[in-house]
């Protein structure tokens, strides 16, 4: 892959000023009702875990059309701007009912392919996501985060990158988020060299933003 330098963002991500700050935007058509300035709309780090660990300057490694599998794409908020800048973009779903908005989102985004799968099982869908990738974006909210990731290693090239977004809640509402911050980024190891980690707030509670490439 080529990987942008620490700090920047990747081509097709770019900051710019709405409601007097200086915020991200991509290219392409709008999704959740975020505000366009031109051809360009709002990343709103507040509703993206990815868009969070960018505004953050997480060395994610992106440089622009990377090829993507993103798990957890929900109905596309994320995942619609990663498919604006980036190369083909695998986006998996589990539930249905977002999966029909996500398709929506891909009408205007001929990289997007939409995928209404489980995360938890990519054996589901290996016959039909490249192998050999650069990125795995993964913002799943389930018990056994770091096994997902795991699981999906099969997918990235060697010198691909992970890009997790862990949700302490998802794993456990009786622990303290440190405490499962640890043993999610422990449970990684095995499988990933950690190369950052970091809170994401303000934007999200709770939330610890990866970044890891395979071993």
């Known amino acids: 892959m080529t990987v942008g330098d620490a700090g920047d963002l990747p081509a097709g991500v770019t900051r710019r000023e709405f409601d007097g700050r200086d915020r991200l935007a ?23 875990k990815l868009g969070a660990m960018l505004a953050l300057d997480f060395e994610t490694g992106l440089a622009g059309g990377e090829s993507v599998l993103y798990l957890g794409a929900a109905s596309g908020t994320t995942v619609s701007h990663v498919a604006d800048f980036s190369g083909p973009t695998y986006a998996v779903e589990f539930s249905a009912r977002p999966v029909r908005d996500l398709l929506s989102v891909a009408a205007s985004r001929d990289r997007l392919f939409p995928l209404l799968k489980d995360a938890r099982k990519p054996e589901t869908y290996a016959h039909v996501v490249e192998s050999d990738l650069d990125v795995v974006v993964q913002d799943v909210a389930t018990r056994g985060q770091a096994e997902v990731a795991v699981r999906n290693a099969r997918f990235l090239a ?58």
């Open 26 to 48: 991509t290219r392409g058509d709008p999704v959740y009702g975020e505000p366009t300035d031109g051809d360009w709309r709002l990343w709103d780090a507040n509703r993206s």
């Open 158 to 215: 060697a010198d691909g990158r992970l890009l997790l977004a862990v949700k302490a809640r998802s794993e456990d509402v009786t622990a303290s988020p440190g405490d499962v911050f640890d043993r999610v980024v422990s449970q990684l190891e095995d499988r990933y060299e950690i190369l950052e980690t970091g809170r994401l707030e303000p934007h999200h509670a709770d939330h610890l933003g990866v970044v890891a490439r395979p071993r």
